[in-house]
C-alpha cells in the first residue's frame, strides 16, 4: 500500500454523492455527533485483462445490510456513466465509544463486485483504522487482492472525520460529545441613586426649614420673657 498525503479540504467543497447505508456504529441509536466521509475515487488495475462492469461495497463490522455501494472512477475506461464516490456516515457515539469501535473491528474491508450478479472479484484492507481523527485523517492506495492471493490493482481511499460545528476537542480521537458552550452572561443593570444636589434640593430645604423653623423660636422666648415678668409682679 502506498499511502498518501493529501492535504485537508472543507467538506463543503466535497459533496456527498452516495446514499449510506448505515449510521456508525451499526444499530446504535443516539445524538448525532460528527460524519465520517468516506470516498473511494478511484480503481487501478493493474492485470491485462482487467474487469468491466464492476463497483466497490463498504459494508461495516456489524451492519446486517447488503452495504454501501461506491462507483469509483476506473483509470482505464475513458467514457464512465455512473461515478459516485463519496457517502458521509452519520456517528452516532462519543470518541471514545467510536475509537473502541475502529479498534474491535480491525481493519476497514472493501469489495469490489461485479454490477450484474455481485460476484466478488477483489478485496483491499484499510489498516490502522482506529487511528482515525480529526488532526488524522487516512488515506492512499491500497492494494486489491483476488480471492486466490493474486494483485489485481489497487483503490484510493480516504476517510475524514467531519464535527458538526467549529467547536471541536483536539486533545480527543474524536469529536466531544460534551462540547462546553459558554452561554453568554445576562448582567442585571443596577440603578445607583443619585446623590441629590446642594444647590438644588437639600439647598432649599436647609433653607425652606429654617425660614419656617425661625417663628416659632420668637413665639418661644416671648414666652419665656412674659413668665419672667409674671414671677416677678408676684415677688
Not at 27 to 45: A, K, M
Not at 121 to 147: D, E, K, M, N, W
Amino acid at each position: 500500500m502506498k499511502s498518501r498525503k493529501h492535504r485537508a479540504v472543507k467538506a463543503a467543497s466535497i459533496p456527498s454523492d452516495v446514499s449510506p447505508s448505515t449510521s456508525l456504529p451499526p444499530l446504535v441509536e443516539g445524538q448525532l455527533r460528527c460524519f465520517l466521509r468516506v470516498t473511494i475515487s478511484r480503481v487501478l488495475w493493474t492485470v491485462h485483462k482487467p474487469p468491466s462492469g464492476t463497483f466497490t461495497r463498504l459494508r461495516w463490522w456489524g451492519e446486517s445490510s447488503d452495504g454501501t455501494h461506491f462507483f469509483p472512477r476506473d483509470g482505464l475506461q475513458l467514457s464512465q456513466k455512473a461515478i459516485k464516490t463519496t457517502a458521509r456516515f452519520p456517528i452516532r457515539c462519543g470518541p471514545k465509544q467510536f475509537t473502541s469501535y475502529l479498534t474491535d473491528m480491525g481493519c476497514l474491508v472493501l469489495e469490489v463486485l461485479t454490477k450484474p450478479d455481485h460476484l466478488p472479484i477483489a478485496r483491499a484492507q484499510v489498516a490502522g483504522i482506529s487511528c482515525l481523527s480529526l488532526s488524522h485523517p487516512i488515506s492512499g492506495f491500497y492494494t486489491l487482492v483476488s480471492p486466490t492471493s493474486e494483485k489485481l490493482g489497487e483503490l484510493q481511499v480516504s476517510l475524514n472525520l467531519e464535527p458538526l460545528t467549529e467547536a471541536y476537542d483536539s486533545s480527543s480521537s474524536g469529536p466531544t460529545t460534551d462540547i462546553a458552550v459558554e452561554r453568554p452572561k445576562v448582567v442585571t443593570p443596577t440603578v445607583l441613586s443619585q446623590p441629590r444636589s446642594l444647590s438644588d434640593g437639600s439647598g432649599k430645604e436647609s433653607v425652606g426649614s429654617s425660614s419656617k423653623n425661625t417663628p416659632r423660636f420668637v413665639v418661644v422666648g416671648v414666652m419665656a420673657l412674659l413668665f419672667i415678668i409674671h414671677c416677678l409682679c408676684l415677688v
